[in-house]
């Protein structure tokens, strides 16, 4: 399980940067969430990724197999922040494009 985890936080991690360096805002925006999302599942995997362990605590489960929480929670806040950052880049996106005309990161049209 921690292959597929780690595979796909280097994924979503490549994608991310390779839009980044992408010449139209919306690709930056989209990979930034890309980003956001891959540091999200590397802080949840940090945590411990355990499989058929019940998520209560009872007499005859050990406190060491179980899954920390603080990194769950520190990643649920995460995602509303991040939720909450990719709508307020929209919206500058949106007054950009109205402002300039253009969606490019340094407001030229290469077609020009």
């Keep these: 399980m921690e292959i597929i985890l780690s595979i796909a936080i280097g994924v979503m991690t490549a994608c991310g940067v390779w839009l980044i360096l992408r010449p139209r805002t ?15 599942l590397f802080i949840f995997g940090v945590g411990g ?13 050990a406190i060491s197999t179980l899954t920390d929480p603080v990194p769950q929670a ?12 990719t709508a307020l880049f929209l919206v500058v996106l949106l007054a950009s494009r109205g402002l300039t005309g253009t969606d490019h990161v340094d407001g030229r049209d290469d077609r020009k």
């Design 26 to 40: 919306y690709q930056v925006i989209i990979g930034l969430s890309l980003l956001s999302y891959a540091v999200n």
């Design 49 to 61: 990724v355990k499989t058929n362990v019940p998520p209560i605590l009872s007499d005859d489960v």
């Design 74 to 85: 520190l990643v649920l806040t995460a995602i509303v922040i991040g939720f909450a950052t």
